[in-house]
């Protein structure tokens, strides 16, 4: 059996998406405070969260960092100038806590076999692809996490990490429908190309959407 770990329980992507897997016959962990069937919750206070998880299962096998979170004055764009406070604040949940957290469990997945990391993004912070006129502080945020990831990914995949980048696509897609996107896209290994080794697409760090599309960082 599979030990899950979710960084957190607040949306309703997080909720289906932590049901998906207690369904996939996996143990599921979730920092949070609201009970969800088939979830084991833990404190969250970090250290006492990677204790009890220790304890409790003694590793990791998927990690899945759900922090995306946006401001609701991040309205700011080129014209009107910018907010250095809603900057910082979305900088710290998007790029700091995420780094953080994964600095404290990182032990637990060492200990694992699965050795999956899984993060959320948003192709509004595509620099390709992105079309949006204000929102900066999300954007660089998301941005600096697709750094981070990237830094990541030559550290741990030569130990055998791989990694999963999503986009649950909140406005537009369903989070039942995201959820389960999500949880396909976690627990299933990417393609050889030709069956050709030199050619595994494991190797590429990229993110894919609800629906299943590929975007370029």
């Not at 405070?33 to 084991?40: A, N, P, S």
């Amino acid at each position: 059996m599979q030990i899950i770990f979710i960084t957190g329980i607040e949306t309703e992507f997080d909720k289906k998406l932590a049901s998906a897997f207690s369904y996939g016959n996996c143990k599921v962990f979730a920092m949070g405070e609201k009970w969800i069937e088939g979830v084991t919750l833990l404190p969250l206070n970090l250290t006492e969260a990677y204790f009890t998880l220790s304890k409790c299962a003694g590793h990791i096998d998927i990690y899945i960092d759900v922090n995306d979170k946006r401001c609701e004055n991040d309205i700011f764009n080129v014209r009107k100038g910018i907010s250095d406070d809603i900057m910082r604040k979305t900088y710290e949940e998007n790029v700091i806590k995420p780094m953080t957290t994964l600095e404290v469990f990182l032990p637990l997945l060492e200990a694992g076999n699965g050795k999956r990391l899984c993060f959320l993004t948003s192709t509004e912070a595509s620099i390709n692809e992105t079309r949006c006129t204000e929102g900066y502080g999300y954007n660089m945020a998301k941005a600096a996490l697709h750094n981070f990831l990237q830094i990541t990914k030559n550290v741990l995949m030569p130990r055998g990490y791989t990694f999963r980048v999503f986009d649950p696509m909140y406005s537009q897609a369903p989070p039942e429908m995201a959820a389960q996107a999500a949880f396909n896209y976690f627990v299933r290994r990417r393609g050889i190309e030709r069956g050709d080794k030199r050619r595994d697409d494991e190797d590429n760090l990229v993110f894919r959407d609800a629906f299943g599309r590929q975007h370029t960082w």
